[in-house]
């Protein structure tokens, strides 16, 4: 079974704590956050993960481009993320493929559960970040634990030229 999250960009941006703040001043640092922390997502999960941002809010016609292995859709002028997601749920639908739907628009939720979607709140989505990210870190403090920093026993002298010597240091 494969698996399919459809992301509705600017509501997890307007939802998150984390992303919240960063709309204010660059919109776009909320944008390519919420993209790198889909691309988490998706490494730890292996679901494809699509990220749908309206294009009212970025001029020009319809784009669709890869950014961290995460698929990034801006829709045509005159067109919402909501109804591209609509329209998403029904086109990428089958017998093995199990869509989920990333928005807390209560209308929208209706529509895609309608054709069978799965459907997660923003929150929700926040929480599973977490978890996920909770879960990376210890994996990568565990893996950091586990190896020896060198092979050789080197005196903290040693270590500090050596470490000079590869920044380019003298």
């Known amino acids: 079974m494969q698996n399919i999250l459809l992301v509705d960009g600017y509501n997890m941006i307007g939802a998150w704590s984390e992303l919240r703040p960063l709309r ?22 292996g679901w494809r993960v699509i990220v749908v941002f309206d294009a009212h809010l970025v001029p020009g016609t319809e784009q669709l481009y890869i950014q961290h292995a995460v698929e990034v859709l801006y829709t045509r002028k005159n067109e ?35 054709h069978g979607a799965l ?7 926040e929480i ?18 586990e190896k020896p920093a060198s092979r050789i026993k080197l005196s903290k002298e040693v270590e500090l030229q050596f470490e000079k010597w590869r920044r380019g240091l003298k």
Request: proline residues 1%; hydrophobic residues 30%; negative net charge.
């Open 24 to 45: 204010e001043p660059h919109f776009e640092d909320a944008r390519d956050r919420l993209i790198e922390r889909m691309a988490e997502y998706k490494a730890h999960t």
């Open 80 to 114: 919402t993320a909501d109804e591209r997601i609509e329209k998403l749920s029904n086109e990428l639908k089958g017998r093995k493929i199990q869509i989920h739907v990333a928005t807390s628009d209560m209308t929208e939720q209706n529509v895609v559960f309608g």
């Open 119 to 125: 459907r997660k709140s923003a929150r929700e989505l």
């Open 128 to 145: 599973e970040m977490q978890i996920i990210q909770s879960k990376i870190s210890s994996k990568v403090k565990e893996s950091t634990d």
